[in-house]
């Protein structure tokens, strides 16, 4: 059974392209990583499962052995551990965060899971559930999606997680060692906004669409990226 969102940018998508869509002034793929380097089929689809910092897929479903029962290391989710196609990165937690903040409703059937903003842009998270840290058996499937971001959770052994099911989505930190998905955004949008409105005062190097693309002006509207020449980059929303 073939199953479609309408309001989903699904035009010209290949294993290792996505159009993506924005939410909150960031840009979303439209399906989980599958086999590191690639985007899962359809939007529907689990795509595989990742322990922090670690671009080593495990199977969505079925039993599985060999799972590594060792803490990943790291302060971030280091870039030559990205399981994301080239261009997309791994989420922080601020981003993961304004995506669970968006509009959101659960569907049941034909899948479980949760679609995320509102009108024509909107995405389907699957309720994959994940794999425990133990031994990497398989949980929630069904009930609860969980997705990783780049950010540390406090401590050596946790990092922060996205997690929702039919009531409402959250953020929480989770033991690195278990098995959750990861959807990518867009690698040129700042892995984090700066507000430094003390850097207007620094040389502007120019202005960027959400996509990346230098303008030739700064917009009178809507959202855009300033760059400065000490490396700061800003946000803007009119």
Same mark, same amino acid.
């Given at each position: 059974?073939?199953? $479609?969102? #309408? ?10 392209? @996505?159009?993506? $869509?924005?939410?909150?002034? %960031?840009?979303?793929?439209?399906? !989980? ?6 985007? #899962?089929?359809? /939007?529907?689809?689990?795509?595989? *499962? ?18 590594? !029962?060792?803490? &990943? #290391? ?8 990205? /399981?994301? /196609?080239?261009?997309?990165? $791994? ?28 009108? @024509? !842009?909107?995405? *389907? ?18 009930? +609860?999606? =969980? ?12 990092? +922060?997680?996205?997690? *929702? @099911?039919?009531?409402? &989505? ?11 998905? $990861? ?7 700042? #892995?984090? %906004? ?8 620094? !040389?502007?190097?120019?202005? =960027? ?9 700064? /917009?009178?509207?809507? %959202? ?12 803007? %929303?009119?």
């Amino acid at each position: 059974m073939t199953f $479609v969102f #309408a309001n989903m940018a699904m035009a010209q998508n290949t294993s290792t392209t @996505d159009e993506g $869509v924005e939410i909150n002034g %960031v840009i979303w793929a439209t399906r !989980n990583v599958d086999v590191p380097g690639t985007f #899962a089929e359809n /939007p529907e689809d689990a795509g595989m *499962f990742y322990q922090w910092n670690r671009k080593i897929g495990w199977p969505a479903t079925g039993e599985i052995t060999g799972w590594n !029962n060792s803490t &990943p #290391a790291g302060d971030t989710w280091e870039t030559a551990n990205n /399981p994301c /196609p080239t261009g997309w990165r $791994v989420p922080t937690i601020e981003e993961l965060t304004s995506l669970m903040d968006a509009d959101s409703k659960w569907k049941d059937t034909p899948l479980e899971g949760r679609i995320f903003g509102s009108g @024509d !842009n909107t995405i *389907f998270l699957p309720a994959a559930g994940y794999r425990d840290n133990s031994g990497g058996a398989l949980y929630d499937r069904g009930y +609860y999606g =969980y997705y990783w971001s780049t950010s540390t959770g406090g401590d050596a052994a946790r990092a +922060y997680d996205a997690y *929702f @099911d039919n009531d409402s &989505p959250d953020t929480n930190n989770s033991t690195r060692r278990n098995g959750f998905c $990861v959807r990518c955004v867009k690698e040129n949008i700042p #892995a984090a %906004v700066n507000n430094i409105s003390s850097e207007k005062e620094k !040389n502007i190097l120019g202005y =960027y669409s959400i996509l990346g693309q230098k303008l030739l002006q700064e /917009p009178q509207s809507g %959202v855009y990226i300033i760059r400065y020449e000490n490396g700061k980059t800003e946000k803007i %929303v009119k």
